[in-house]
């Protein structure tokens, strides 16, 4: 896996992709932009929040028919960070590892051996992190309209938003 590659594939990606995103959507103010993952297909969906579009959402959330589990302050927290729940999710995509790549790195390892293959997603995991550490210092990052709790934050498909902001402390506390 050519950890440079990426690396440089999926910054640039991001940085023209906001780019063209802020120029549709001009008029905007985000408290939150994140690189919803799915780890196993080597898959990054770039997705941004407006706190209207958030309440919005909370609203239909705690006035409908699953309303419960939307009053406390934890769970309106994570619905507040769930990707999928966002309007501006997924607004573009790349696959930083083929098919073929992934498969190869998947019969490259020991058989039958998902620790490995866990292992192999986690790193993968750390360098979309690290990627958007560089990110975050881009004068396009610069330039996305912000609240003052703004976030950026990357999270695997399925993954609990507190372990994604402690493997991106994690990251952050070793990566120069």
């Not at 799915?38 to 006035?63: M, S």
């Not at 607004?91 to 058989?111: Q, R």
């Not at 399925?158 to 372990?163: G, H, L, R």
Request: aromatic share 16%; charged share 35%; proline share 2%.
């Amino acid at each position: 896996m050519d950890t440079i590659k990426i690396k440089k594939q999926l910054l640039d990606f991001t940085e023209n992709a906001v780019e063209d995103f802020l120029k549709k959507h001009s008029t905007l103010e985000f408290y939150s932009f994140a690189y919803d993952c799915n780890a196993e297909y080597a898959e990054v969906n770039l997705c941004f929040n407006t706190e209207a579009e958030f309440e919005k959402t909370l609203k239909h959330y705690q006035t409908g028919e699953y309303s419960r589990p939307y009053q406390s302050e934890d769970d309106i927290k994570e619905l507040k960070y769930n990707t999928g729940d966002w309007e501006y999710q997924c607004f573009d995509t790349i696959n930083v590892l083929t098919e073929d790549e992934l498969t190869k790195i998947f019969n490259d390892l020991p058989e039958d051996d998902y620790k490995s293959w866990n292992e192999f997603l986690e790193s993968l995991l750390a360098i979309f992190c690290e990627v958007l550490l560089d990110f975050s210092k881009t004068e396009t990052f610069k330039r996305i309209p912000k609240t003052g709790n703004f976030l950026a934050f990357c999270i695997d498909h399925d993954e609990d938003f507190e372990n994604a902001i402690e493997r991106l402390e994690n990251v952050k506390e070793n990566y120069s």
